[in-house]
């Protein structure tokens, strides 16, 4: 009996967890050299902050805790890494937008997705979020063009690049 529960358990909730694609490390790692030392931080918006962020990015925040990764090679930082967790359809995504020192969006990586894999945006798509400076909200449609069978992917990734945009000039720019 004890068995069958923990088989009904395991089974459960195994569509709970997001599909890891690659680790936010290795993915900073990456784009900012094998030498580089990765640090991350925890970011606990005040409300004063949160709001600013929501205005700036016109986009409600489902939370004010964010994890920010820091890549930095001789005492130098390199850029950031701000991890966004939204829900897509009815299940979360997990995005990495990479930002330079320089305010200019490198690019993203997919961390995690648990759509089915056929929403997550191809690679030639999301190299329309390469070198974007940070001062420049994205709008679907007409910066970034909708994915056939995918906008809701789609409708996120600018979305959260406008929350990860105003996260980096509000609180890491100049840092």
Do not use: C, H
Not at 75 to 83: A, E, H, Q, R
Not at 129 to 152: C, M, R, W
Request: hydrophobic share 40%.
């Amino acid at each position: 009996m004890k068995q069958l529960l923990l088989y009904l358990l395991i089974f459960f909730s195994l569509p709970l967890s997001a599909k890891m694609l690659i680790s936010p490390v290795d993915a900073m790692q990456q784009n900012y050299g094998a030498k580089s030392k990765i640090s991350e931080e925890n970011i606990l918006l005040t409300g004063a902050q949160a709001k600013k962020i929501q205005e700036a990015s016109q986009v409600k925040l489902g939370t004010k805790i964010f994890k920010v990764f820091k890549a930095v090679q001789d005492d130098k930082t390199l850029g950031y890494g701000i991890l966004i967790n939204r829900k897509i359809r009815s299940k979360n995504g997990v995005v990495l937008y990479l930002i330079s020192t320089e305010s200019v969006l490198k690019g993203i990586e997919v961390i995690a997705f648990n759509e089915p894999m056929e929403y997550v945006p191809s690679k030639k798509w999301m190299s329309q979020f390469e070198n974007v400076d940070t001062e420049t909200p994205l709008s679907l449609s007409k910066d970034i063009p909708t994915i056939t069978g995918a906008t809701l992917s789609a409708k996120s990734f600018v979305e959260s690049s406008r929350v990860a945009f105003a996260l980096y000039n509000e609180i890491l720019k100049g840092k």
